[in-house]
């Protein structure tokens, strides 16, 4: 750049200089310039995705793998619509991303031209930061003001809208300075030492733990802190990244339904959160409670997205005298074989998943095994559907992929989630990801059979029913990955699932399983 | 019903009775009350679609072929984020469409659980009607309301929020009166008589047709207009729904790109709109202006969203005394042969089309023959994008289907704007619905090499352009029908593509061509 650089050459130099060196994008008219500019700022890789779905949801997987965020490049209100829903869950995971969404061009947006629209309020969707650059010259310094708003404490999403000719016209002053993550806060003494003492007496306390707590080192010091008082350990029901194994202490999750979750909780009088939110039931639900800790049970934040998780847990270690704990025995079931079953499917992943692997989970009804059975599994990144919002999978694990490079990365699927975002396969082959996808196919939104009796609805019928059907026809997604160039094969038992989880974690690239598993009974 | 309803009885009894009987859905938990009622009202018909953007689509498709609205039933913000960009398209086209979407209940929202988001906000990316149900005895006349507003005139998109308790409690009142369509206001006379007066002089006058000016009859009383009074006579660049063919007058389209369609309007002084509004440039480009009228031309609203069209063309007809003029002559190329290009795509096409057609136009650069080729074809309707935002081609087809029953829908596509929304495929074969899909397959997305190249974006170079490529791996788009259960064939060659549509058309159901065509070379 000798020559004075324009708006996105600035922006891009900027993202580069401040660690945001891969942008996720399906870009449109509006956004030429910032595409432009990526062949002058060579440290900045460009990853299309099919689709804007595609494009959040990588940016949240890349983020919770490499720890830093992503860019994504959007085209105006449209394109972060569509990407609105991983953003959504990127959102309830924390996940930092830096949005670019382009805009028409300041002076166009008068003329009501058919792509504008009401982007500001879109972005409300998935709420943080947020800002429309209003001229070239500041275009730098908003995108340095994003990515520290991402990196702040907690972070999160940060959206900069950049109408056309903030792109296209002149920075003269080019790059802003790079701007470094913020440093949780430390929780205050008084207040670990009044949790500390509640730990101590006889009051039956729950420690609720989640976020960045949920590291090796985070869930041993929990797990101290657990034994030590007596205190019930239990984790967010869906960790944005979670790690789990061998060696590592194990800790219970909160049971997705709620009268389950309230007997995980009862009895206790003082709930401990550490990097988690109270918990509340998913959905309400004629005459079922919204709130899951007992009546009268006082919710106690000792570390929010703002506090340094570990440092709390290490001074309660500290303060209790907590002795170490033992982690989890090796140990992994046997291979499988015979029907595939929710048990089945789930040993068959348990008994072949690598050293080191990253999960992607949005298996839903048919992964309830799964945590049971990979317990004893060697080390594991488990990362899950954070905001409830269906779609995430395909695309956190092309994201996980790529901020971690050389590990191999599991995603397990369902069949009606997995249709959401199935366009992720092809960057999975572009890209030439390490990606095994595992889809459980069962046929059904069979989490709906199970919604549709629990609320109660009186006469939900064939009709009702049908609405949760994914046969006739049958998808078939051996084909589906093949159109998007990802190879792949179906497997109808858990030896063949078994087998084909060992080809494909040895096969470089992408690799597709359609597993056909018989809807859950409920 | 004899028992006492519940709001989601209550308010899909008032849809039907306002003839609004068909709901493209894809629900979630907090949508089961009315998923179950949909055993209770037999008169409902309930449509899946695998992701909400083809569930939106889809309600346009069909509600611009029925001339009445779909519902649709929506998850939460997230499956109304989904479906936001095909509400955009929708709203740009006027499509009446009632949306519900379903919210936490009312006493859940405060607990900010992991789908909780606002709502409110992002149905303002697809403005309109809009408000949230406060109880079940408010649902009915709510639902009604919310008809009401898209049957108005300009109608539109109407969204229904409502939190699962005003659904699943009672709702004594049962369902709300039925609601008709609102009558389209007469223009005045006086304008009228002053747009006549400027025809009869001598001042150079435009005619600029859209929105329901477009069918048969309009179109020959403004082509008789124009005829009449020496003015120019141009239609929307994307109409939303246009009759076309032999026997109707041709009407030129403004041309997408502005400084064509600047020729187009050159030397006019008087822009009269009809059902239309002023034209202006897609976006905005350096040193390329926004408008497209002539400076100083006077533009005239003679007829907008609330006026009868018709009425308004049909006046002027007589106040010019115009004669009638003759439609276009029968006729169409002769089948091609030899490689497919930009040409020999559209004679394909064109020499195959069934009589009374539905054509569903997504194809963007690879369609640029088509309205030539096919302008004598047996009468047929062409549906258009008509905001721009890409992924509407197949579930506007798939509505367009549901919507038309008995005629032969063709939609051709383009390759990566079919990506967005491919899970429509499912829904097609599903329903059985009689669509003939032609995938322009030229592994680029190719209107975005020419617009790279229009915004003068400095320095695009090969990282720029791969944004831009869909190939490594090459996108197969007869596997990805086939794994929806779609049957199909690629073809290479104009002769193959002309035989493969013989048998699209001649298979009930759904059918995918896979045609391979070079990119476009700008």
Redesign the interface.
């Known amino acids: 750049m000798t020559d004075t650089p ?1 708006g996105a050459q600035a922006l891009i130099r900027t993202l580069v200089d401040s660690g945001v060196d891969v942008c996720f ?1 399906n ?4 956004e ?2 910032f ?6 700022v060579p440290e900045m890789r ?1 990853i ?1 995705g ?2 804007e ?1 595609v494009v959040t949801g990588a940016a949240d997987g890349y983020a919770r793998m490499a720890g830093k965020p992503a860019a994504t490049l959007l085209h105006l ?3 972060l ?2 990407g ?2 991983n953003l ?1 869950n990127a959102r ?1 995971g924390r996940t930092p991303i830096v949005n670019i969404v382009g805009d ?2 300041t ?2 947006k008068q ?5 504008e ?2 982007i500001d ?2 972005a ?4 943080g930061w947020f800002r429309r650059s209003k001229s070239a010259d500041e275009v730098a310094g908003d995108a340095a003001d994003a990515v520290a708003a991402a990196l702040s404490s907690p972070g999160g999403i940060a959206t900069l809208v950049l109408p ?2 903030t792109c ?1 016209l002149p920075a003269p002053d080019g790059a802003a300075p790079p701007v470094a993550p913020t440093a949780p806060a430390p929780v205050a003494t008084e207040a670990i030492e009044r949790v500390a003492a509640l730990l101590r007496s006889d009051a039956r306390c729950g420690l609720f733990v989640g976020g960045r707590a949920l590291t090796a080192e985070g869930t041993r010091a929990a797990a101290r802190v657990a034994a030590a008082s007596g205190a019930t350990l239990v984790s967010e029901t ?1 960790p944005a990244r979670q790690r789990r194994g061998a060696g590592i202490p194990g800790v219970d999750r909160l049971i997705y339904l709620a009268e389950f979750a309230q007997m995980q909780l009862a009895g206790i009088e003082h709930l401990i959160l550490v990097d988690a ?2 918990p ?5 639900y ?1 005459d079922k409670p ?2 899951i800790a007992p009546d009268g049970c006082e919710i106690i934040t000792l570390v929010d997205g703002r506090h340094d998780a570990q440092a709390a847990l290490d001074a309660l270690v500290d303060a209790l005298g907590a002795a170490d704990v033992a982690g989890l025995e090796p140990g992994r079931p046997a291979r499988p074989s015979g029907p595939l079953d929710v048990g089945s499917f789930a040993d068959a992943i348990a008994a072949t998943l690598p050293d080191d692997a990253v999960v992607v989970d949005e298996s839903n009804t048919s992964g309830l095994g799964l945590q049971a059975a990979t317990a004893g599994c060697p080390p594991h990144d488990w990362l899950c559907l ?4 269906i ?1 995430i999978g395909l695309p956190l694990a092309t994201g996980a992929a790529v901020g971690a490079p050389g590990r191999k990365v599991l995603a397990v699927e369902s069949d ?1 989630s997995g ?2 975002t ?2 992720a396969l ?1 960057t999975m ?2 890209e030439a990801l390490d990606v095994a996808v595992v889809i459980a196919n069962n046929g059904r939104y069979s ?2 059979d199970m ?2 009796d ?11 029913r ?2 949760f ?2 046969t ?15 190879p792949g094969e179906r497997v109808e038992t858990a030896d063949a699932l078994a087998d084909a989880l060992d080809r494909a974690y040895a096969t470089e690239g992408p690799y597709l399983i359609d597993a056909v598993l018989p809807p859950m009974a409920f």
């Open positions: 324009n994008t870009p449109g008219t509006s030429m310039h595409v432009a500019a990526l062949d002058t460009g299309l099919l689709f779905g209100g449209p394109g619509g569509n609105l829903a959504h309830r028409h061009a002076y166009h003329y009501d031209a058919p792509l629209s009401d309020s879109i409300a969707g998935a709420p056309a000719d296209w869906f939110v109270e509340v039931s998913f959905f309400a004629p919204s709130t954070t905001g409830g919002s779609g009606g249709m959401y199935f366009q092809w082959a572009h989490v709906l919604e549709l629990r609320v109660g609805a009186e006469a939900g019928g064939p009709k009702a049908a609405m059907d994914l006739g026809p049958d998808i078939d997604f051996v084909s589906l990955a093949q159109g998007l160039g990802v």
